[in-house]
């Protein structure tokens, strides 16, 4: 490494080949790093205008286990206007905390978009009733796609896949990208959520803030367990859940705020997912009880993620270097 920066598009990132077992145990790896206290994930910084046209996220954190510090930034416009007219931008910066140098600077949606699905799947296998059978994703975009492939990964025994979405184009992708990762399994497409949700054991909640759909409290199956990484879940999932999980309770003050009460309050967590992962802590308590789960995206994920994508791509040549300090 110099001390020039390499930059790796999204197309260079593209082609570069992980698995999903590989994604998942890179960002396990990050949580038990977190917990044992070698790692740092201070809470992000949120800015957006009155009118709520756009929002912007800075994050900074350092991984212990690879030793390596990074700056993750954010920025989605056009939350008031449809899908296809909305622009994201996102970007990680990593340094290596042992030669002082660079390591890259990488677009991170590709990151984020396996990343977010792998915690999911985690937080299923940690959270979810004993033989869980049924899953429903509720969304068809980038993080509803790769939902099932990961469940499917960590909970092989699941023999319904559930997904409810609006789009066309998503839903076939949803269907495509299966079909790539487990040949010959195919999602059944469900219209009416009420029903759906009240049989299923898991819940992913992965639509976009235009979504019409939002689950209530009263339709889930005793046990069942419903994770938010976007919309599709109503406020009544959390405040009437028996047992809260956050992946940063911190965090879930932050972004969650659109879940409060009444009173503007968020009910307490019960137990934080790195504490879970680590099995100091319990995902469930009962079979029958109806967990919460919070999927807020935290940037030791993605730093340990996206260092795993640089080794892939510096070992292949990859990227653009730029001498931004020269």
């Not at 077992?21 to 044992?36: E, F, G, I, M």
């Not at 080794?311 to 990859?318: E, M, R, T, V, W």
Request: glycine fraction near 10%.
């Amino acid at each position: 490494m110099t001390a020039d920066l390499r930059i790796l598009s999204a197309g260079d990132l593209a082609g570069l080949e992980i698995s999903l077992s590989d994604v998942l145990a890179t960002v396990a790896d990050a949580y038990r790093s977190l917990h044992a206290g070698r790692s740092d994930n201070p809470r992000k910084l949120t800015v957006k205008p009155p009118d709520g046209h756009s929002v912007s996220y800075a994050m900074l954190g350092r991984d212990g286990s690879r030793d390596v510090v990074a700056v993750k930034t954010s920025y989605k416009h056009g939350l008031d206007k449809g899908r296809d007219e909305q622009h994201y931008y996102t970007t990680l910066t990593l340094y290596d905390d042992v030669t002082g140098r660079p390591v890259a600077m990488m677009d991170c949606a590709r990151i984020g978009s396996l990343r977010t699905p792998a915690v999911s799947a985690l937080i299923a296998r940690e959270c979810a009733a004993p033989g869980a059978r049924t899953a429903l994703v509720i969304g068809t975009g980038v993080q509803g796609r790769l939902a099932l492939p990961f469940l499917l990964t960590v909970l092989p025994d699941l023999d319904r896949l559930l997904v409810h979405g609006t789009h066309p184009d998503g839903l076939a992708a949803v269907r495509d990208v299966l079909r790539e990762h487990f040949p010959g399994r195919d999602p059944e497409i469900v219209t009416d959520l009420r029903q759906a949700a009240g049989s299923a054991d898991i819940l992913v909640a992965t639509a976009g803030g235009h979504t019409r759909a939002a689950v209530e409290a009263g339709w889930l199956a005793p046990g069942a367990l419903s994770i938010l990484v976007g919309h599709g879940l109503a406020p009544s999932t959390l405040h009437e859940a028996d047992r809260i999980i956050a992946t940063s309770a911190a965090q879930m003050k932050v972004t969650g705020t659109d879940l409060a009460g009444a009173d503007g309050e968020l009910p307490p967590v019960d137990a934080e997912f790195p504490a879970v992962l680590a099995g100091v802590a319990a995902g469930r308590r009962s079979v029958g009880e109806r967990v919460f789960a919070y999927n807020s995206g935290l940037v030791v994920t993605d730093i340990a993620l996206g260092h795993r994508f640089a080794q892939l791509a510096l070992a292949q040549g990859l990227g653009v270097e730029v001498p931004l300090w020269r």
